[in-house]
């Protein structure tokens, strides 16, 4: 049996917690940036968790 390779594009655009969560960053950051609000900008800051139904599928593609 072959050996489970891990999806680099899921890789790079999730991160594992230490207690073994996945965060993703936000949408809508990326381009048009002037047409969007500074308070609109200051919400999408940050990352947040994965849902729970993309969490399965995205353990798998990363290899946890």
């Known amino acids: 049996?072959?050996?489970m390779k891990t999806?680099?594009?899921?890789?790079k655009r999730i991160?594992?917690?230490g207690s073994g969560?996945?965060?993703r960053s936000q949408a809508g950051?990326?381009?048009l940036?002037?047409?969007?609000?500074r308070k609109r900008f200051?919400?999408?800051?940050g990352e947040v968790p994965l849902a729970k139904g993309d969490a399965r599928n995205a353990k798998r593609m990363i290899g946890r």
């Open 7 to 11: 999806h680099k594009g899921a890789a």
């Open 42 to 45: 200051r919400t999408l800051k």
């Open 15 to 17: 991160k594992v917690t």
């Open 21 to 23: 969560k996945l965060m």
């Open 33 to 37: 940036k002037l047409a969007k609000s």
């Open 1 to 3: 049996m072959p050996k």
């Open 29 to 31: 950051r990326g381009h």
